[in-house]
């Protein structure tokens, strides 16, 4: 039996009584474990068993193929929007998508780990705006090794300024200088605010993901749209968080499939 904190990215009912859980925890990476008893009134979880919720969990690890199993979990804190703050929520449940998506099982990541629970520390007390989820994408791209060239040709490494109209490759991962985006397609265009906006962010060090004012320059609707494309591209399909994200289209066409918010 082994310990870890852990948050809680993904439940799935397994019976009547019990939870497929998906923890990303502190120690192994993500984890699958099945919450015996979890659906129950009373269980041994201390109420830790609900989407995003952080808690120190005890798991039986089992060889290769076969599910782990919890058997106990120790809530630290569970995540509530602050006032009615639904973006909140919706940005919380994607950062939950991202881990869940982007992160291979038992492939640890301690650093991405602190980050998220801070971040969603953060996000439960702080209404969100673009830039923090921005923040927040860009940081965790960067420690998985996905964070895309902003500052260099992704194609040739030539350095690049932003300045004019940049053109970034969703496929390749990057912006690319004059030379190199003849031919290549799809392209979208960057401009130089938004651009240099985005390559601000990914120098910034990891720790600027708890910042919360937005940068006085570049345009979140835009940095929003390239960021989706690529985002998608790296998936090879769409996310389901991306259009609950801000900047927000108007409240009447926007609502999760599932929403466990209360
Ligand atoms: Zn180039």
């Known amino acids: 039996m082994e310990r870890t ?3 809680v990215i993904r439940l799935v009912p397994w019976s009547e009584t019990s939870y497929v859980v998906t ?6 990476g993500k984890v699958e474990a099945v919450a015996k008893g979890a659906r ?17 969990v005890v798991l039986i690890r ?5 599910l782990d199993v919890l058997t106990e979990a120790k809530l630290s804190f569970r995540f509530r929007p602050p006032g009615r ?20 099982p038992d492939d640890p990541h301690q650093k991405l780990f602190d980050l998220a629970q801070q971040v969603l520390q953060l996000w439960r007390c702080e209404p969100i705006n673009p830039w923090m989820v921005f923040r927040w994408e860009t940081a965790a791209l960067k420690l998985l090794g996905h964070c895309p060239s902003l500052g260099r040709c992704v194609e040739c490494g030539r ?4 300045r004019g109209t940049g053109t970034f490759a969703p496929v390749h991962g990057g912006v690319l200088c004059v030379r190199c985006r003849r031919g290549r397609r799809p392209l979208v265009a960057l401009s130089a605010p938004s651009w240099k906006a985005w390559l601000v962010m990914a120098q910034e060090p990891l720790e600027a993901v708890l910042r ?23 998936r090879g399909s769409p996310w389901r ?15 999760p499939g599932r929403q466990t918010a209360s």
């Open 40 to 56: 129950r009134h009373k269980n041994p979880y201390d109420t830790a068993m609900e989407l995003l919720a952080c808690c120190e």
């Open 85 to 104: 703050h639904l973006e909140n929520l919706y940005a919380a449940y994607y950062l939950a998508e991202m881990l869940q998506v982007l992160t291979q």
């Open 23 to 28: 923890l990303f925890t502190r120690r192994w």
């Open 212 to 234: 919360t004012e937005p940068l006085s320059f570049g345009r979140p609707g835009e940095i929003r749209a390239v960021m989706n494309l690529y985002l998608s591209h790296l």
């Open 159 to 162: 350095s690049l300024v932003p």
């Open 62 to 66: 089992k060889p290769s193929e076969a």
């Open 241 to 255: 968080m991306h259009r609950f994200l801000p900047p927000a289209v108007p409240l009447s066409s926007r609502k």
């Open 5 to 7: 904190p852990a948050v």
